[in-house]
């Protein structure tokens, strides 16, 4: 089966400008998660959907940064206004994880490298 | 509070040497994971390994093992020959159970040259 994907791949946007990246997890995993890595750093946890719950967003960094997943599959990380200290690789993950056992492995997309100019 | 120290920023090797690297992690919960992501040049984040905390056994895979030791908060990954295709970023990550975020180390650049 395919992978995590992500679009798009680059974006390039001016400041103040809003974007929406999309992530498409692996069938059948119920969650997702939206991570920030900036360069030379790990990837920093934005926030967490099992199926269409959002539960947990306290990675986000300002009310700028807004995501969704409102079917339980694909998600949007929404940013807007967007400004200089956004730009980043933005990465989405997903696993089988559900109720109960945290420990599952998450597999990541190639990410949404974004540049705020 | 979840923490993740990776000391090692970059390491040089020539290819088939062994190479070590470190991570040592601090967390309050009992039950916790811990992995292993190889990103490459491309990019994308590749799972190598879970390590479950009430599971202290080491791991081999090939020319990949993994040494957990609870008693020094270390889960150390080392490949044995290395070889010019091992050149990546080497992140170590945990996550509590109490916990939905999976906190990374800063990552080790492993470069292997031939």
């Known amino acids: 089966g395919a992978g995590v994907s992500q679009s798009p791949r680059y974006k390039v946007a001016k400041r103040g400008q809003d974007v929406a990246l999309r992530c498409d997890p692996i069938s059948g995993h119920v969650s997702l998660f939206w991570y920030q890595q900036a360069l030379g750093q790990g990837p920093e946890f934005l926030t967490y959907?099992?199926?269409?719950?959002?539960?947990?967003k306290s990675g986000l960094p300002s009310d700028r940064f807004f995501a969704e997943r409102p079917e339980g599959s694909v998600s949007t990380l929404k940013i807007q206004r967007t400004q200089q200290e956004d730009s980043a690789v933005y990465l989405c993950a997903s696993s089988l994880e559900g109720e109960g056992f945290r420990g599952y492995e998450q597999y990541f997309g190639p990410g949404t490298r974004l540049t705020v100019t | 509070a979840q923490k993740v120290t990776q000391a090692q920023t970059e390491i040089s090797v020539v290819e088939k040497e062994d190479v070590t690297l470190d991570c040592v992690y601090e967390?309050?919960?009992?039950?916790?994971?811990l992995f292993w992501y190889k990103q490459p040049p491309s990019g994308e984040l590749v799972f190598l390994i879970r390590?479950?905390?009430?599971?202290?056994q080491n791991e081999i895979s090939g020319r990949y093992s993994w040494n957990f030791q609870k008693s020094t908060s270390s889960f150390n990954f080392t490949i044995t020959a290395s070889q010019v295709v091992d050149s990546a970023v080497y992140f170590c990550?945990?996550?509590?159970?109490?916990?939905?975020?999976?906190?990374f180390g800063a990552g080790t650049r492993l470069t292997v040259k031939p």
């Open positions: 390590r479950n905390s009430f599971d202290e």
């Open positions: 959907f099992q199926n269409e719950a959002q539960l947990d």
């Open positions: 990550a945990l996550r509590g159970r109490s916990n939905n975020d999976m906190r």
């Open positions: 967390t309050r919960d009992t039950t916790y994971y």
